[in-house]
């Protein structure tokens, strides 16, 4: 059997055991893009969406799916995060809000997942804050921006696109 760092040589799915790495600082930025019409853009940055604020609703979700990551994906490691931020950048040509979080730590394991899954939640709430006036909406490209950290170091993809 292959050596997978998630399966033990009884091919048992097991969590990483990191107890004798060394903690350092590791910091994870992903992204992700809600597109939506134009009405529906203008509304939230009007603050017209009969729900609230969608932005800040969205910031506090994705705060809080950062958090609980380890609850959702099965071999995540628990983790006492220092600090997360969620910005939004519209594209009022393309009807369009980037979603970007800064996930950091300092610990034995990286925070990829937790960035990747702030983006993935503060997008889904935005979708769910606006379904009512737009259905349409779509979530895309959601990714790893940049890591740094532990043995595999710096990553910082090359096309942001």
């Given at each position: 059997?292959?050596?997978?760092t998630?399966?033990d040589?009884?091919?048992r ?8 790495k060394e ?5 994870a930025?992903?992204?992700g893009v809600?597109?939506?019409?134009s009405?529906t853009f203008e509304n939230i940055?009007r603050?017209n ?15 809080m ?6 609850e959702l994906?099965?071999?995540c490691h ?6 997360i931020a ?7 040509e ?8 800064t996930v ?5 394991t990286?925070?990829e997942?937790?960035a ?14 606006c ?5 349409t909406?779509?979530i895309?490209n959601?990714?790893?921006?940049e890591k740094?950290?532990g ?7 090359e096309?942001n696109?």
């Amino acid at each position: 059997m292959p050596a997978f760092t998630h399966i033990d040589h009884q091919g048992r799915v097991r969590m990483v055991d990191v107890s004798v790495k060394e903690p350092t600082l590791r910091v994870a930025v992903a992204q992700g893009v809600i597109s939506m019409n134009s009405a529906t853009f203008e509304n939230i940055y009007r603050l017209n969406i009969k729900k609230g604020n969608v932005l800040e609703t969205a910031r506090i979700a994705g705060l809080m799916a950062a958090k609980r990551t380890s609850e959702l994906i099965p071999m995540c490691h628990p983790l006492n995060m220092t600090h997360i931020a969620i910005e939004f950048y519209p594209d009022k040509e393309t009807n369009s809000i980037r979603i970007e979080a800064t996930v950091r730590i300092i610990e034995r394991t990286g925070v990829e997942m937790e960035a990747l899954t702030a983006v993935s939640i503060a997008a889904l709430t935005i979708y769910d804050m606006c379904k009512s006036y737009d259905r349409t909406m779509s979530i895309s490209n959601i990714y790893l921006v940049e890591k740094s950290g532990g043995k595999s170091g710096t990553f910082v993809r090359e096309n942001n696109n």
